[in-house]
């Protein structure tokens, strides 16, 4: 006769169950993830969709204000500038204005990544795009940009 403990048939002593918990950190991740209508987990948003979730929403409360005077205006994102191989500047541009002409539209460019590099948190990335987009805005109103978000802040006189 045996003196060990008696085993269930799924191989775990009377001590208590055998656990997937090797090396003691506890249960990893959630045991069930919620399932989309299509029945597949979830999938998280990456940093660009993330960017560009911001993005859209800092443009559309703008457009909503301001799309009487700005015409047609296009909004972009990309991830870094195409620096010229003489760029002296040190300086990395975060975003770019083209000026419509004629037919063609207002071209406004954001560069993600450099404004990404600055921001510290998501408040911080919001904050920086909001005010990438309403100088280029106010640069094209030829208005002062306390004047084109209210969330922008008014220089101090």
Known sequence: METE???TSAGSTAAGPRRRD???????????????ADHRPPRPWSRRERFDRILLDV???????WSDR??????????TPQLPDDWDSGRVPLSSLVRGSGTTPTRLVVFRRPL???????????ASVLTIVVEQV???????????????PADPD
Do not use: K, M
Not at 22 to 29: D, H, L
């Open 5 to 7: 403990g008696p085993e």
């Open 22 to 36: 090797r090396r003691g950190r506890g249960q990893r991740g959630p045991a069930v993830q919620p399932l989309t």
């Open 59 to 65: 443009v559309n409360d703008i457009d909503v204000r």
């Open 70 to 79: 700005l015409g047609l205006v296009e909004y972009a994102v990309e991830d």
């Open 116 to 126: 990404e590099h600055r921001a510290a948190d998501r408040a911080d990335l919001e």
């Open 138 to 152: 106010a640069e094209l109103l030829g208005i002062e940009p306390h004047e084109v978000d209210p969330r922008y």
